[in-house]
């Protein structure tokens, strides 16, 4: 008996679930075909973690060890819903694990969001990740602008308006993101978070790193550091908030210190705001003007609540940095309301709440937009184990031949990539790097990455 599997999605997540079930204790054989919508394969880890977090970005060292190992079979450039539906699926593989994560960004219902200038952050992202999908240009026509939210992503999308685009030069970001952010008047930066500093979602590196920046000053205010006992528990009991609280407290000393002195000030300032609540995006159709929040107030139990007091801030853009969401899939169940696969442990559950024949799900199209790349292995196993004890309800495929898929795809006019053509697209973006003494120069542009990849 041979499982053939097909996975969509060739994230982490996916190549974390092919590796788990080609490496897991079983009484069958195994074959895998990843789908992947992009020419290039990694997904958030290419398209998301931002240029200049090499570290993070590592991760595709290890993915890349998996994938190249040869014993999983790679189509990019495929979407699932139209260049391969569900029913083809059905005919060719016993089973199937969607791996899409969340790319969209979470709604925001406040008056003023649909203004221009008002952005989501994915998009943002995914502009200076140099996602092939997205515009090559974007509007950094702003000088003060705000960012809402106080997860990591708010972090990003703020550190890298805020940085000097020279000092993204080491990173593999695409030409036209440097120039973009070279041409960017930004001055004043404000993050708004609607609880306090203890209640964070950011991580301690994320937060540090911003004091770091080069000719960058940070500005906190005073009037968000009086904790409550809520706070104060956080401090106590949680590593990562301890650390946060003594990162915020070497910088209000530091103001302190440079309030005193004569040091030169910084051309750019990032503002952290807290207890800040989102009203109101100001503005008409020809753009903002200002951001308008409620202050709020500790409750006591690390919530907070309005105090009836507005605030405004003037800015010319705002950054939604709220969390992200997924998207629904052709013929698959979806979860309108948190943005996932509604499933049990990665086996899809119908309307019904009843558990879909082959078809699974992993990574945050699975369990939400929370957590970091590592928590998807994990989240594999789970879904991994179910497969493979479900093997009594697996499909019946009527061609399970691996040749039925690239004559499928051929027929359909699909020009599809590989993993060898994953390295020579590779390879060329190196190779782009070399004259600049840069790692790499990410290619942007679809035509180009799937001619570079077919070697046409
Ligand atoms: P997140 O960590 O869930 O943070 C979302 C933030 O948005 C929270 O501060 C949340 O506040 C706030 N928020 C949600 N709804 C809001 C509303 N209606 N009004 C105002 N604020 C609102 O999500 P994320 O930043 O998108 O990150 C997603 C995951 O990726 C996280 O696990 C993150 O750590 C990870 N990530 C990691 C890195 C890294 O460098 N390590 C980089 C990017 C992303 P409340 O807490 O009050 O709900």
Not at 12 to 35: H, M, Q, T, W
Request: aromatic share 8%.
């Amino acid at each position: 008996m041979k499982l053939r599997l097909a996975i969509v999605g060739a994230g982490p997540a996916g190549i974390y679930a092919a590796d788990i079930l080609l490496k897991y204790e079983r009484s069958f054989d195994v074959s895998i075909d990843l789908f992947e919508q992009l020419p290039a394969p990694y997904g958030l880890v290419r398209y998301g973690v931002a240029p200049d977090h090499p570290r993070i970005k590592g991760v595709i060292g290890a993915l890349r060890d998996i994938v190249d190992r040869g014993d999983i079979r790679i189509f990019g450039n495929v979407l699932y819903g139209r260049d391969i539906t569900l029913d083809d699926l059905k005919k060719h593989y016993h089973a199937v694990i969607f791996s899409t994560g969340a790319v969209r960004d979470a709604g925001l219902d406040i008056p003023g969001v649909d203004l221009p200038g008002s952005f989501g952050a994915a998009e943002f992202v995914s502009w200076y990740d140099g996602h092939p999908d997205y515009p090559r240009t974007w509007p950094l026509t702003a000088q003060s602008v705000a960012v809402l939210g106080n997860g990591n992503v708010a972090l990003d999308v703020a550190r890298i308006l805020a940085k000097h685009p020279d000092d993204l030069l080491p990173t593999d970001i695409p030409d036209n993101v440097y120039e973009g952010l070279v041409a960017s008047p930004v001055t004043d930066v404000h993050v708004f978070g609607r609880r306090g500093p203890m209640q964070v979602k950011f991580t301690p590196l994320e937060l540090r790193e911003l004091g770091e920046l080069r000719d960058v000053e940070m500005v906190l205010h005073e009037e968000d550091f009086h904790y409550d006992e809520a706070s104060r528990r956080a401090i106590e009991s949680n590593k990562q908030v301890f650390v946060i609280d003594k990162v915020f407290t070497k910088w209000r000393e530091r103001a302190a210190e440079q309030a005193q002195g004569e040091a030169a000030p910084a051309s750019r300032r990032l503002h952290l705001h807290f207890y800040a609540k989102p009203v109101e995006i100001v503005g008409d159709e020809n753009g903002i003007t200002s951001y308008r929040y409620e202050r709020t107030e500790p409750d006591g139990s690390g919530g907070v609540r309005g105090t009836g007091e507005i605030r405004e801030v003037p800015v010319q853009a705002v950054y939604r940095a709220i969390g992200y969401f997924g998207s629904p899939l052709d013929g698959i169940p979806f979860d309108d309301e948190r943005g996932v696969i509604p499933n049990h442990e990665g086996q899809v559950l119908n309307h019904h709440n009843e558990v879909v024949s082959g078809v699974y799900a992993t990574g945050w199209i699975k369990r939400g937009p929370v957590g970091l790349i590592g928590h998807t292995k994990s989240d594999a196993m789970e879904t991994i184990s179910h497969l493979i004890n479900d093997q009594g309800s697996w499909w019946d495929p009527v061609d399970p031949s691996p040749e039925a898929i690239p004559q499928l795809l051929a027929e359909r006019g699909v020009s599809w990539t590989d993993l060898d053509g994953w390295h020579r697209l590779d390879e060329h973006e190196v190779a782009l790097g070399v004259p600049h003494e840069r790692a790499r120069i990410k290619v942007v542009d679809r035509d180009v990455m799937v001619r570079v990849s077919r070697g046409e």
